[in-house]
């Protein structure tokens, strides 16, 4: 799986939009970007995953750059409850049963 | 429904005793995986199961671990003579063949003396 590299720690106020980046430039064609993230004291939570499609749901919004080289997480109004560890992972879909490969993260403080 | 749970919670133990840490997955999710997570080495994937077989233990940092799933359901990861060094919190995930999200536990945190 290809290896992904993110900021250790951002700050963002709250209500304003968290854009948290993730660069995977070696990633291969059949890999797909996920995110997930760790709020303290709990285990890790799906948020999204795509292939090359910008994708969006309830939580969030994630968008690929046409290349695949890089992607970015959106929170568009985030809260104090979205201060959390955000781990960006590239996996083949499925590859060897699933199993998660977690890098450091990017620790995310959310502030009033 | 009832997401994945996990016991104990908390666990203390002396160096050299034997541990076991349970799982029970959410009804019907025939993956399963442990994790572990300490403060030196971010989280870590050890063993996944595919029912009750474990295809996949290349995470297991020795041979004092182990693990079990029994009836495609609960799973016992066991550690035998612990060490300080086992000392993390081991995290229990599961999820339905074919499925994108993992779902996690809350956790056992391991504390070795």
């Known amino acids: 799986d290809a290896k992904t590299t993110q900021p250790p720690s951002m700050d963002c106020a709250e209500g304003r939009a968290a854009n948290l980046p993730c660069n995977h430039s070696?990633?291969?064609?059949?890999?797909?970007v996920y995110w997930y993230r760790q709020i303290h004291s709990q285990g890790p939570q799906y948020i999204i995953h795509?292939?090359?499609n910008n994708e969006t749901n309830e939580m969030a919004s994630l968008i690929i750059t046409e290349d695949r080289k890089s992607s970015t997480l959106i929170l568009p109004h985030a809260t104090l409850r979205d201060t959390a560890v955000y781990y960006c992972?590239?996996?083949?879909?499925?590859?060897?049963?699933?199993?998660?490969?977690f890098g450091q993260g990017t620790e995310l403080s959310v502030k009033p | 429904g009832a997401g994945v749970s996990q016991s104990p919670s908390n666990k203390v133990t002396e160096k050299g005793k034997d541990v076991e840490l349970r799982c029970d997955p959410i009804?019907?999710?025939?993956?399963l995986y442990w994790y572990r997570q300490s403060l030196g080495q971010g989280l870590e994937f050890l063993i996944y199961?595919?029912?009750?077989?474990?295809?996949?233990k290349s995470g297991l940092p020795s041979d004092r671990f182990s693990a079990e799933r029994t009836g495609g359901s609960v799973s016992t990861l066991t550690i035998q003579r612990t060490q300080q060094e086992d000392s993390a919190v081991y995290l229990c995930?599961?999820?339905?063949?074919?499925?994108?999200?993992?779902?996690f536990g809350p956790g056992t945190r391991l504390t070795v003396l």
């Open positions: 009804s019907g999710h025939t993956a």
């Open positions: 199961f595919q029912g009750n077989s474990a295809p996949d």
């Open positions: 795509g292939l090359k």
């Open positions: 995930a599961s999820n339905r063949d074919y499925d994108n999200e993992q779902f």
């Open positions: 070696t990633i291969s064609g059949n890999e797909y």
């Open positions: 992972i590239v996996r083949v879909l499925y590859n060897q049963g699933g199993k998660l490969i």
